[in-house]
């Protein structure tokens, strides 16, 4: 979100990457950077064992301020590609609650599409680690972030 602020803020940049022009925008870049050193010392402090824990608060804020960023830059589109984990996490929920209620009121049981909501316990039940869900969350993350950026100029 940094970077698409950043070229945003830019008249250069926003025309060569055919990006809307949001003059004033650069101020966001402080708040962007600022969110991601205050996930970077999460982070450092979150890693097995945890001592710290981030909870509905932090990431709800957090999910909250990525999307007024969006908006005011006008990249609302590209939020669903870089969050794609986030949304990956909240449609597993969605799906499984949902599914379990059909089933419940079809068949009379209620039946699971995974061994447990949201995603990452299901795959923690599946025999993976917590680290290699991580892990593997954070590899999907960067891949969708860099994918996002790139198809800045395909578009």
Known sequence: MMVLTWIAASQRASYFLMVPYVPGSGELMVIAGAMAGA???FL??????????????????????????????????????IGGVFYLEALSVMLQVGWFKWTKRRYGEGRRILLCAPAH???????????????????VAIT???????SLKLR
């Not at 969708?144 to 790139?150: D, G, K, N, P």
């Open 144 to 150: 969708l972030a860099i994918v996002a950026l790139v």
């Open 44 to 81: 450092w402090f979150n890693v097995p064992p945890a001592q710290i824990f981030m909870g509905d608060t932090g990431s709800l804020a957090m999910g909250g301020l990525l999307a007024t960023i969006a908006v005011c830059v006008r990249q609302e589109v590209l939020l669903v590609l």
């Open 39 to 41: 996930c970077l010392g």
């Open 121 to 139: 316990h299901h795959f923690q039940h599946a025999g993976w680690k917590e680290t290699q869900v991580v892990g593997r969350f954070y590899l």
